[in-house]
T-cell receptor, first 108, second 114 residues
Framework: AQRVTQPEKLLSVFKGAPVELKCNYS??????LFWYVQYSRQRLQLLLR??SRESIKGFTADLNKGETSFHLKKPFAQEEDSAMYYC??????????FGQGTRLTINP | EAGVAQSPRYKIIEKRQSVAFWCNPI?????LYWYQQILGQGPKLLIQ????????DSQLPKDRFSAERLKGVDSTLKIQPAKLEDSAVYLC????????????FGPGTRLTVT
């Protein structure tokens, strides 16, 4: 069965430090992966999509098919990055399968 | 553009009671989704509509949950009767079409079953 695993429920780093949020997946086929983010008191929203290969708010994510991973990275964390982050993959007719989420806290 | 609207935002009911949630998607979005998010977990898809037809309801507990999207716009999700384990945030999302990869989420309805 298709599954997304985010091994860290909580992650805390200092402002200016590098950030890496881990995501591993199991999928039979060519996966399409995403990172969604939910800032405090805001709605869940798309952060980035692996096919786009773009940097959003300084974040990047590379799909590693060998390790079945899609880790989210940012070289220098900012306080406004504090949020809940969800890794997700598309299954079938645009059905999103989400991981459990990682709460990222950036300490000043 | 206005976002996905949901009501109510909060609901507290006793077990065995009934409850209904309403969702109004972004104008022009053909695909509508209902997710259940239990505390500490990621959202789980309950049902997916394309216009007024069901695309996927494989994870909808059909003995107690029902959903409809009669005119292909607004949607209602109902639970009857509710159980304690139904306590969760119910999220509605929409996308322009079935092949659209980006889903736009509503604020959610937080349900507490006592």
């Amino acid at each position: 069965a298709q599954r997304v695993t985010q091994p860290e429920k909580l992650l805390s780093v200092f402002k200016g430090a590098p950030v890496e949020l881990k995501c591993n997946y199991s999928y039979s086929g060519s996966p399409e992966l995403f990172w969604y983010v939910q800032y405090s008191r805001q709605r869940l929203q798309l952060l980035l999509r692996h096919i786009s290969r773009e940097s959003i708010k300084g974040f990047t994510a590379d799909l590693n098919k060998g390790e079945t991973s899609f880790h989210l990275k940012k070289p220098f964390a900012q306080e406004e990055d504090s949020a809940m982050y969800y890794c997700a993959l598309i299954q079938g007719a645009q059905k999103l399968v989400f991981g459990q989420g990682t709460r990222l806290t950036i300490n000043p | 553009e206005a976002g996905v609207a949901q009501s109510p935002r909060y609901k507290i009911i006793e077990k065995r009671q009934s409850v209904a949630f309403w969702c109004n998607p972004i104008s022009g979005h053909a695909t509508l989704y209902w997710y259940q998010q239990i505390l500490g977990q990621g959202p789980k898809l309950l049902i997916q509509f394309q216009n007024n037809g069901v695309v996927d309801d494989s994870q909808l507990p059909k003995d107690r949950f029902s959903a409809e999207r009669l005119k292909g716009v607004d949607s209602t999700l109902k639970i009857q009767p509710a159980k304690l384990e139904d306590s969760a945030v119910y999220l509605c999302a929409s996308s322009f079409r079935l092949s659209s990869y980006e889903q736009y989420f509503g604020p959610g309805t937080r349900l507490t079953v006592t």
